[in-house]
T-cell receptor
């Protein structure tokens, strides 16, 4: 799976949009971009995923550039409960290594009042 | 159950003892994963089960670690002769088909080896 690069930390004011970037310049055509987050002392939680089109669900929006080399996770109205580590990973839809998802260090998002 | 269940939530053991960690995946999920997370670190893949296929054990750090999945459901991760460096949160996840779709994680077992 392609390597992803994220900033180690970001801050956001409560009520504002949080925009978390992710670079995945070596992503291949059959790799999805997945986002998970991990709130302290809990297991990671799925947020959203996409292949090439922008996606939106009840938690967030995912914007993927046309060349698919980067993406941005958008939390439209961040709350204090959104403080967590956010992981961006590239997941192959084919191949034989489905289980070996590589979670890097992620981005520590701190939402402050 | 509604989600992935892991037990115990906390385990304290003495160096050299064996421990067993249990994972109950979401009913109907064919794929099950074990990860390890040391303090302040990212997730480290350990092992992956998918249906009746042979498990992918390539992430197990040593032969002291083993895992089994009985009846395609419950899984047990066993660590023999525990060492202090085994102290970590052990996370289990399951997914419907194991084809790269989203994973559902349990809350983990915090293992402390004294």
């Amino acid at each position: 799976d392609a390597k992803t690069t994220q900033p180690p930390s970001m801050d956001c004011a409560e009520g504002r949009a949080a925009n978390l970037p992710c670079n995945h310049s070596t992503i291949s055509g059959n790799e999805y971009v997945y986002w998970y987050r991990q709130i302290h002392s809990q297991g990671p939680q799925y947020i959203i995923h996409g292949l090439k089109n922008n996606e939106t669900n009840e938690m967030a929006s995912l914007i993927i550039t046309e060349d698919r080399k980067s993406s941005t996770l958008i939390l439209p109205h961040a709350t204090l409960r959104d403080t967590a580590v956010y992981y961006c990973i590239a997941v192959s839809a084919g191949g034989t290594s489905y289980g070996k998802l590589t979670f890097g260090q992620g981005t520590i998002l701190t939402v402050h009042p | 159950g509604a989600g992935v269940s892991q037990s115990p939530s906390n385990k304290v053991t003495e160096k050299g003892k064996d421990v067993e960690l249990r994972c109950d995946p979401i009913s109907g999920h064919t794929a099950l994963y074990w990860y390890r997370q040391s303090l302040g670190q990212g997730l480290e893949f350990l092992i992956y089960f998918q249906g009746n296929s042979a498990p992918d054990k390539s992430g197990l750090p040593s032969d002291r670690f083993s895992a089994e999945r009985t009846g395609g459901s419950v899984s047990t991760l066993t660590i023999q002769r525990t060492q202090q460096e085994d102290s970590a949160v052990y996370l289990c996840a399951s997914s419907l088909y194991g084809r790269g779709e989203k994973l559902f994680f349990g809350s983990g077992t915090q293992l402390s080896v004294l």
